[in-house]
Protein backbone atom coordinates (compact mmCIF):
# COMPACT_ATOMS: atom_id res chain seq x y z
CA UNK A 1 0.00 0.00 0.00
CA UNK A 2 1.15 3.59 -0.92
CA UNK A 3 -0.17 7.23 -1.01
CA UNK A 4 2.05 9.28 -3.58
CA UNK A 5 1.34 12.79 -2.27
CA UNK A 6 2.62 15.89 -4.82
CA UNK A 7 1.88 18.91 -6.04
CA UNK A 8 3.50 21.23 -3.43
CA UNK A 9 5.71 24.16 -4.11
CA UNK A 10 6.01 27.76 -4.06
CA UNK A 11 3.07 30.39 -4.52
CA UNK A 12 2.61 34.03 -3.51
CA UNK A 13 0.07 34.88 -0.86
CA UNK A 14 -3.30 35.17 -2.41
CA UNK A 15 -2.37 32.36 -4.75
CA UNK A 16 -3.79 28.73 -5.60
CA UNK A 17 -2.55 25.12 -5.52
CA UNK A 18 -3.64 21.86 -5.87
CA UNK A 19 -2.53 19.22 -3.85
CA UNK A 20 -2.97 15.34 -5.00
CA UNK A 21 -2.78 12.08 -3.11
CA UNK A 22 -2.45 8.68 -5.07
CA UNK A 23 -3.07 5.75 -3.57
CA UNK A 24 -2.10 2.44 -4.73
CA UNK A 25 -3.13 -1.08 -3.46
CA UNK A 26 -5.93 -0.75 -1.58
CA UNK A 27 -9.33 1.92 -1.71
CA UNK A 28 -10.33 3.69 1.26
CA UNK A 29 -13.10 4.89 3.18
CA UNK A 30 -11.45 8.47 4.32
CA UNK A 31 -9.23 9.98 3.23
CA UNK A 32 -7.93 13.60 3.98
CA UNK A 33 -4.91 15.89 4.81
CA UNK A 34 -2.92 17.52 7.42
CA UNK A 35 0.14 19.81 7.33
CA UNK A 36 2.52 20.12 9.68
CA UNK A 37 4.62 23.58 10.18
CA UNK A 38 8.37 23.87 11.26
CA UNK A 39 8.23 24.09 15.39
CA UNK A 40 4.69 22.95 15.15
CA UNK A 41 2.53 19.88 15.64
CA UNK A 42 0.66 18.67 12.77
CA UNK A 43 -2.76 19.32 12.27
CA UNK A 44 -5.93 18.51 10.55
CA UNK A 45 -6.84 19.93 7.31
CA UNK A 46 -9.65 18.17 5.83
CA UNK A 47 -11.05 14.86 4.79
CA UNK A 48 -13.54 13.34 3.29
CA UNK A 49 -15.29 10.00 4.11
CA UNK A 50 -18.81 9.54 5.74
CA UNK A 51 -18.57 13.09 5.54
CA UNK A 52 -16.62 15.83 4.47
CA UNK A 53 -14.99 18.03 6.76
CA UNK A 54 -12.93 21.20 7.45
CA UNK A 55 -10.52 22.63 9.63
CA UNK A 56 -11.51 26.48 10.57
CA UNK A 57 -8.79 27.83 9.31
CA UNK A 58 -9.11 26.82 5.88
CA UNK A 59 -12.87 26.27 5.79
CA UNK A 60 -14.01 28.52 2.66
CA UNK A 61 -10.72 28.48 0.76
CA UNK A 62 -9.78 24.81 0.49
CA UNK A 63 -11.88 22.17 -0.83
CA UNK A 64 -11.22 18.55 -0.66
CA UNK A 65 -12.46 16.47 -3.48
CA UNK A 66 -11.77 12.79 -4.62
CA UNK A 67 -11.75 10.41 -7.96
CA UNK A 68 -12.40 6.83 -6.53
CA UNK A 69 -11.78 5.34 -10.44
CA UNK A 70 -8.37 6.65 -9.73
CA UNK A 71 -8.14 6.42 -6.25
CA UNK A 72 -6.91 9.96 -5.60
CA UNK A 73 -7.53 12.75 -2.98
CA UNK A 74 -7.26 16.06 -4.00
CA UNK A 75 -6.90 19.31 -2.13
CA UNK A 76 -7.44 22.53 -3.56
CA UNK A 77 -5.93 25.67 -1.78
CA UNK A 78 -6.97 29.17 -2.46
CA UNK A 79 -6.62 32.28 -0.93
CA UNK A 80 -3.43 31.09 0.26
CA UNK A 81 -1.88 32.67 3.42
CA UNK A 82 1.52 32.60 4.52
CA UNK A 83 0.89 31.24 7.72
CA UNK A 84 -0.55 27.94 5.39
CA UNK A 85 3.37 27.12 4.76
CA UNK A 86 3.48 23.56 5.78
CA UNK A 87 4.22 20.36 4.69
CA UNK A 88 1.15 18.44 3.52
CA UNK A 89 0.36 14.84 4.07
CA UNK A 90 -2.25 12.85 2.74
CA UNK A 91 -3.63 10.39 5.07
CA UNK A 92 -6.16 7.37 4.59
CA UNK A 93 -7.94 4.85 6.30
CA UNK A 94 -10.05 1.82 5.67
CA UNK A 95 -12.86 3.05 7.85
CA UNK A 96 -15.16 5.82 7.52
CA UNK A 97 -15.78 8.57 9.64
CA UNK A 98 -11.90 9.07 11.04
CA UNK A 99 -12.58 12.59 11.50
CA UNK A 100 -9.46 14.89 12.74
CA UNK A 101 -6.78 12.70 14.42
CA UNK A 102 -3.92 12.04 12.92
CA UNK A 103 -3.67 8.55 15.09
CA UNK A 104 -7.27 7.15 13.30
CA UNK A 105 -4.90 7.10 9.79
CA UNK A 106 -3.04 3.72 9.33
CA UNK A 107 -1.51 4.80 6.22
CA UNK A 108 0.17 8.04 5.20
CA UNK A 109 1.89 9.76 2.09
CA UNK A 110 5.29 11.04 2.23
CA UNK A 111 4.56 14.92 2.59
CA UNK A 112 4.54 17.53 -0.56
CA UNK A 113 5.90 21.07 1.05
CA UNK A 114 3.72 24.11 0.32
CA UNK A 115 5.98 27.83 0.66
CA UNK A 116 3.39 30.36 1.05
CA UNK A 117 5.28 34.01 0.44
CA UNK A 118 3.83 37.07 1.59
Known amino acids: VQLQASGGGLVQAGGSLRLSCAASGRTFSSMGWFRQAPGKEREFVAV?????YYSDSVKGRFTISRDNAKNTVYLQMTSLKPEDTAVYYC?????????????????WGQGTLVTVSS
Open 48 to 52: SGGNT
Open 91 to 107: AADRRYYSGIYYANYDY
